[in-house]
């Protein structure tokens, strides 16, 4: 008969109680990975604990923001080529990003990528090639992507919310200025639900949250953080008269504009958007007196797309030709729109607007004049194509 001493009862009560806490750790792991899915945003190497804000110095706050996330904020390095008299040169821009997935995935700015031929990224002091995954114009925002190596473990940024914001309330930007590496800058909200406009694109951020953190040349897509190291907006513009640096007027994108976003770009490379199927230009007191028509406001139709929701409806376009120099002559006036759904659209922001809360697939009322008279079209609207992106 074989007799277990005490000694052994306890070592096996041990070894039972080390393997249940290793079981009970591993699916809870797993478990936490089921719940994240394949994009676990905010996942990666364990930053350094940040104290309770309400408890620590401002000076405290600061080091170990920066020390906990200055990894995970990377310079952009992009690269396009110029045709030129004298032949085709390169140029290059620089920018910053934000790390958020342990995968290489990187949310920045879409106008520092845009046109780029070539993508470097530095990560601490690694340099990889980069790809674009997808971007969105209309929010100024796009994802790349680069593949270090296994043994390389990345620090990722935690994406936090942009809901319920305060003016006076304190946020940090860590960037790339004027190609330096890595800078942290300190500030307030000092507003929100600014229109941010795109000259380029002619297009507007709305939302955009406001800041006297210093804001330079370079920190463009890098992170905006509150103090508790989260990112709550991506640094995207300034208010620079003369083209001049900062005069503490700086401009950020929403964090949950780029959170109820990212998948779609990761997965399709663009955002689904409705899309009515026209071009359009804005009528003007000018064009209406030449034309003689009752409103001198409103988007006067310059192209219906085929086989869009407004071709289908029967919306028509102007005649529009080139003179001689160049300019573009009306010959004969289409539809001009003046609501959709009763909101009142003088401007392809107000078009925007109208539509933004709108699904592909869902009908709208298009107020339009034609040949002088009120009519109400409905039309159903399709999915923007990604050459309108």
Known sequence: MYRVSGKQLVAVAMLSALFAVIIVVLAQRALERSQ???????AGLEPVAIADPTVATDEQNNIEIYQAYSPAVVNITSKIYQQTLFG?????????GSI??????ILTNFHVVQGATQLDVQVENDKYPAKVIGTDRDNDLAVIKIEPPREHKLTVIK?????????????????NPFGLQRTLTTGIISGLERPLNDPASRRTINGAIQTDASINPGNSGGPLLNARGEQIGINTAIYSPNNGGSVGIGFAVPIDVAKKIIPELISKGYVSRPYLGVGTFPLGARIARAFDLPVNEGLMITTVARGSGAAAAGLRSAMLNQDM????????????????????VTSTD?????????????????D??????QATVPVRLGERPPQEQ
Request: no cysteine; glycine share 18%; net charge positive.
């Open 368 to 373: 339009i004049l034609r040949d002088g008279n």
């Open 159 to 175: 994406l936090g919310t942009s809901t319920g914001l305060k003016v006076g309330q304190k946020v940090l930007a860590i960037g």
């Open 88 to 96: 085709i040169y390169p140029s290059e821009g620089t920018g910053s």
């Open 350 to 366: 107000d078009l925007q607007t109208a539509l933004q809360d709108k699904k592909i697939g869902e009908t709208v009322q298009v």
């Open 36 to 42: 994240r899915g394949p994009l676990s945003f905010g």
């Open 325 to 344: 120099w160049g300019s573009t002559v009306i010959q004969r006036m289409g539809d001009v729109i003046v609501a959709i759904d009763g909101k009142k």
């Open 100 to 105: 958020i997935d342990e995968k290489g995935y």
